[in-house]
């Protein structure tokens, strides 16, 4: 039983790999045997050797790509598939979302989400995402096997709770949390399952993967009220996100497909 877990030289893709989730993601899957293409927009090697040090054993590659660009993917499919045949798996975990502390006309009011906001989120949160699929999904149908992983959030299957952040609207703010992220996390499960049933018959697996908020240090005012909406008490860490996604990887998964993985501290039962 143990073994169908191990990754065993698996070669996965890593999209966002610099980012918070992404390098534990990074770090979980060298963990369990896969070798991994670590991809990000950032080109920054000082992050990289805080994140992964020198040492990787030979598994551990990482590119500068973009979602949002065709020829960067296709330059680091050629790359990977030159050192180590067609990848196994891909996690789609490159997104963005409007931080707390984003302009003003961005977390304002539904009605004046700006144009170019919402086209920013669906070029790197839906068009990144099938971007990645059509190159680096293609060639693992091609191989005849695979996994892909969309990762989701909360946020993508029930609207944000505003209420989380009235303490800012007390304080003068007409602050709503956009809907740019909501919109284009939900486009992820439907993508999921087309691309479960499109390419079943290939051996590639399709799930989506959706959690809920990390902890980073937020403002206890929004704090307290979101760790009352979590029966386990207490914002996600990183960690609690590795299991799964190796789980997704692996051959312990292996009848999964077209699904949606639910990690959220049960947010979403209440
Ligand atoms: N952190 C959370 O609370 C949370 C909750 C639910 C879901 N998620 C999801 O988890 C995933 C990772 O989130 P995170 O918190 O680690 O985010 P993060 O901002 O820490 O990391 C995102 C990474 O993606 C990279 N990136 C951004 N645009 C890119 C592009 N166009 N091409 C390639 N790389 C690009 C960034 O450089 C960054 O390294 C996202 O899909 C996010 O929606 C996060």
Do not use: H
């Not at 499919?77 to 961005?106: F, H, K, M, T, V």
């Not at 009220?225 to 051959?251: C, N, Q």
Request: aromatic residues 10%.
């Amino acid at each position: 039983m143990a073994a169908s877990f191990d990754l065993d030289g698996r070669v996965v893709v890593v999209t966002g790999a610099l980012g918070q989730l992404g390098s534990c993601f990074v770090k979980a899957l060298l963990e369990a045997g896969a070798r991994v293409a670590a991809l990000d927009a950032l080109d920054d090697p000082a992050r990289v050797r805080d994140l992964f040090g020198e040492a990787n054993e030979g598994r551990l590659m990482v590119l500068k790509a973009d979602v949002t660009s065709k020829p960067e993917l296709r330059a680091a499919l050629a790359r990977i598939e030159a050192a180590w045949g067609a990848p196994y798996g891909l996690i789609n975990n490159a997104a963005i979302d409007s931080p707390p502390g984003a302009p003003a006309e961005e977390n304002g009011p539904f009605e004046t989400y700006p144009d170019a906001s919402l086209d920013k989120m669906l070029s790197v949160n839906v068009k990144g995402v099938m971007f990645c699929c059509q190159v680096f999904g293609a060639a693992m149908a091609k191989a005849g096997k695979g996994s892909i992983v969309n990762i989701a959030s909360i946020y993508g299957m029930v609207s944000p709770d505003q209420g989380l952040y009235q303490y800012r609207r007390d304080a003068g703010e007409d602050f709503y949390k956009p809907v740019g992220y909501s919109v284009t996390k939900s486009a992820l499960f439907n993508l999921t399952r087309y691309l479960a049933v499109y390419w079943g018959a290939k051996g590639v697996r399709t799930n989506t993967l959706t959690f809920a908020g990390v902890f980073a240090n937020q403002d206890p005012r929004f704090l307290e009220p979101y760790t009352r909406k979590v029966p386990l008490g207490r914002m996600a860490e990183p960690e609690d996100y590795e299991g799964p996604v190796v789980f997704l990887m692996s051959d312990a998964a292996r009848y999964m497909t077209g699904a949606n993985m639910v990690v959220d501290g049960g947010f979403l039962a209440m």
